[in-house]
């Protein structure tokens, strides 16, 4: 029996692989962890096994690169962004306590670029073939078929063999971490994109509702300028009266004066009329019956004139009176 590709040794690994554990990191590994994950982004480029190569080179340096492999590094880094974004943003209603989680604070410092420097520069060296733990090894279908020339045994059944061969399991982990590495990042994408529309969503409805009260403003402020505009024409309509009963008065006052000053006419030729009277009765006395037709006539004519000027004159105060 012989294989059609490539011959290859009995070596398998266990079921019980330590690559199917998980170290648990103390906190001070954690702390350098994440500072040297920070510091050497620069070695996360996104080409081809970058990741493996920079994910080694920090197990390296912390003495864990027979604990954890680069996969379980990697994921265990997801992870804490994972839980740090959920923290940090939650969704809308949900109430969280980033500090109930002892590592929120070195994250944030992590996200925010304040780690940046915090921990030495590394070289990933894609030729140092140290001691790594080993990633899982991955089964492969090899179809083995005998030298008979019957077609029963030419059509044999595929059967599973386990290849140890270091190098494809490194490659193979490596496109996966790799396709792991995309599908992370399309994730955070996608995330990302939902988080911006629901943030688009957002000012949306705040651009309508602030148009809304612009109009209402507008109205309002319409409504305002047409009761000023209304008001300054009270105004001018008062001051315009005003003027006029300022007028009006001056010109009772001037009226006023004049009455005062005919009333004093009037009370003069009052005085003189009486003491023209007086002088009158005191002329007209019993004379002697001698005197002639032409005198009394006289008197009679100067008495009458008196009557009619009495009466002109107090017809005359009694319409300054009632005026």
């Known amino acids: 029996m012989e294989f059609h590709d490539h011959d290859y040794t009995n070596n398998t690994y266990d079921k019980a692989s330590p690559s199917e554990f998980t170290y648990k990191m103390s906190s001070k590994e954690i702390e350098d962890f994440v500072k040297l994950r920070v510091t050497n982004n620069n070695l996360f480029s996104g080409r081809r096994n970058t990741s493996m190569w920079a994910w ?4 390296k340096h ?5 604990m954890m492999t680069h996969s379980q590094a990697s994921k265990k880094w997801e992870n804490m962004k994972k839980r740090y974004k959920g923290l940090k943003n939650p969704p809308d209603g949900v109430k969280v306590f980033p500090e109930v989680w002892p590592y929120f604070f070195l994250m944030d410092d992590a996200m925010q670029g304040r780690l940046e420097g915090s921990a030495p520069i590394l070289k990933a ?4 073939n140290g001691d790594y733990l080993p990633s899982k090894p ?4 090899v179809s083995m078929v005998t030298n008979s020339n019957t077609d029963l045994l ?3 059944p595929e059967i599973e063999v386990s290849l140890n061969g270091d190098e494809e399991w490194e490659e193979e982990a490596a496109q996966r971490d790799g396709s792991q590495e995309i599908d992370r990042m399309m994730q955070e994408v996608d995330q990302e994109r939902d988080m911006m529309d629901s943030e688009r969503q957002v000012m ?3 651009k309508q509702v602030m148009e809304r009260e612009r109009l209402v403003l507008h109205r309002e402020r319409a409504v305002l300028d047409r009761e000023v505009a209304t008001l300054d024409r009270d105004r001018a309509s008062l001051e315009r009266e005003r003027a006029m009963i300022e007028r009006e008065k001056a010109v009772l006052e001037r009226e006023r004066a004049m009455v005062e000053k005919d009333r004093d006419t009037v009370s003069r030729e009052r005085l003189a009329l009486e003491r023209d009277k007086t002088r ?3 002329l007209c006395a019993p004379k002697e019956r001698t005197e002639g037709n032409t005198e009394d006539s006289s008197q009679l004519t100067d008495s009458n004139v008196m009557d009619r000027k009495e009466r002109f004159l107090s017809l005359f105060e009694k319409l300054i009176e009632n005026f």
């Open 138 to 141: 991955k089964k492969r279908k």
């Open 154 to 156: 030419a059509s044999g």
């Open 204 to 206: 949306e409805r705040e």
């Open 125 to 128: 060296l894609p030729s140092d």
């Open 56 to 59: 080694r080179a920090i197990l």
């Open 62 to 66: 912390m003495g864990l690169q027979h």
């Open 280 to 282: 009158l009765e005191r």
